[in-house]
């Protein structure tokens, strides 16, 4: 059987190294990599799978092609499968490329958590979404603390994000500030914050190999998942967070309603910012699609220094993936700025230069922002002299990264960081709660 795996530099990776890598039954003949999912410029990201990872059968590695190149690919090697492996994209969408395929000439094919899911040694409390952008992070955080002030040592596994040589990735620990000196701003927005909190944070390509690593130190894993991606290993406790602020979008994305109908425990999350009717409407869809535990929760924002916010013209920079691809209209930097009293919301448009004033006309639902995208250097580049354009008194910074450490600007930056606040107890209840679960 000969395969088309199409993915964005991550899961497809994953569903390569644990369904069809060793099989001689099975001829993976590319992967092709879709725009704007986690990539940032094409030109950057590998144009190939390294053989070292590939395994016997692949002794030049597998060659990875534009998502566009989809229908001459299955008709030059003759696809029989076409497996989709990426995530945080509409039902629409899935089955448009399913159409493409079919058209094509291939079977079109999704891999499931019972696929895909790994078995590891020590207890894992797996955290996923059903978009991009729920609040995941602000749980896993909070969970790992809880863990390790009970005594148990934590590590925190993070989806792929492989921009680099895959090879030297396979497996990342992360630990220190100085293990973030080369990695992307995406990155950091995912790390940055554990390590602040003494947790080490596993990544990387062959996640046997990243479970192994990160089981073989820790009592516990806490699985931080990205976008609204299934979890890599079978968890012993699925939380799940839903988002009011995007009602309409609790069901009818992939593979976040997966998740949803599959978890143990549902959260929902950001209900001090959103209205009443939208609260009891995610609800009742989240009902009727499981019959798990439901909490509800708030997403809670604080700044350094709200003095230097309050009266003045704000520019704010949000994280990129919220907004881009998770469709998001703002974060927790907008809401920091109107809670602590901001003037005005400045509109970066006029001002942006590069790949900043790209990613803007790509997403025109974004005003009066900032997607703090980083993929590249060129991208970091365009950040800073966009920033520096800006007429504006200071920048809020609602990214979970220290935006200032990879930015050198002259206006003040002010930093907010947001937490979550269960409505019934706070994270020793609610592992309590599920102590028989994991444990």
């Known amino acids: 059987m000969r395969v088309l795996i199409v993915g964005a530099a991550g899961r497809d990776y994953h569903d390569f190294n644990t369904v069809f890598r060793g099989r001689e039954d099975v001829e993976v003949v590319a992967f092709t990599q879709a725009p704007g999912q986690n990539l ?13 990872l590939s395994g016997e059968g692949y002794p030049d590695g597998i060659p990875i092609e534009p998502e566009a190149r989809l229908e001459d690919l299955v008709r030059e090697h003759d696809v029989d499968q076409v497996v989709f492996s990426y995530s945080d994209v509409s039902f629409e969408h899935v089955m448009r490329l399913a159409s493409r395929a079919e058209a094509a000439g291939a079977d079109f094919r999704l891999l499931g958590p019972d696929s895909i899911q790994l078995s ?11 978009r991009t952008g729920c609040g995941k992070s602000q749980v896993s955080r909070g969970l790992a603390a809880e863990l390790d002030g009970r005594g148990y040592d934590v590590a925190v596994v993070r989806e792929p994000m492989p921009y680099g ?15 973030l000196e080369d990695v992307t701003i995406e990155e950091r927005e995912e790390f940055e914050q554990h390590i602040e909190r003494g947790h080490v944070v596993y990544a990387g390509v062959d996640y046997a190999d990243v479970f192994d690593a990160a089981s073989d130190e820790a009592d516990v894993i806490v699985w931080d998942g990205g976008n609204n991606e299934l979890a890599f290993a ?5 939380v799940v967070l839903v988002d009011p602020l995007r009602p309409d979008d609790t069901t009818g994305y992939h593979p976040g309603e997966t ?5 143990d425990v549902v959260v929902s999350n ?21 019959d798990a535990d439901y909490w509800h929760a708030d997403s809670v924002v604080t700044v350094d220094g709200p003095e230097r916010i309050e ?10 993936p919220t907004l881009t691809h998770g469709n998001a209209d703002y974060g927790a930097g907008t809401i920091a700025a109107k809670t602590y009293g901001a003037a005005a919301l400045v509109d970066p448009r006029p001002h942006a230069v590069g790949t900043v004033a790209d990613t803007l006309a790509n997403y025109p639902h974004l005003e009066d922002l900032l997607p703090a995208v980083g993929y590249s250097d060129q991208q970091v580049a365009d950040l800073e002299a966009t920033i520096e354009n800006v007429d504006a008194d200071c920048v809020v910074a609602g990214t979970p990264h220290d935006l200032g450490s990879v930015i050198d600007v002259d206006i003040p930056i002010v930093r907010a960081h947001y937490r979550v606040d269960f409505h019934d107890g706070d994270f020793g209840t609610f592992l309590d709660t599920y102590d028989d679960e994991l444990f």
Not at 165 to 179: P, S, Y
Not at 259 to 263: G, I, M, S, V, Y
């Open 40 to 52: 940032g410029e094409l030109e950057a990201t590998n144009e190939r799978y390294p053989a070292s």
């Open 120 to 130: 590891v040694d020590v207890p894992v409390l797996a955290v996923n979404a059903v």
């Open 165 to 179: 040589n895959l090879t030297e990735r396979r497996v990342q620990r992360f630990a220190t500030h100085e293990d």
């Open 234 to 238: 079978k968890p012993d406790l699925l």
């Open 259 to 263: 998740n949803l109908r599959r978890a």
């Open 270 to 290: 950001k209900e001090n910012s959103a209205d009443r009717e939208a609260i009891e409407r995610v609800e009742q869809t989240v009902r009727e699609h499981t």
């Open 311 to 320: 009266g003045t013209r704000v520019l704010v920079v949000e994280d990129g």
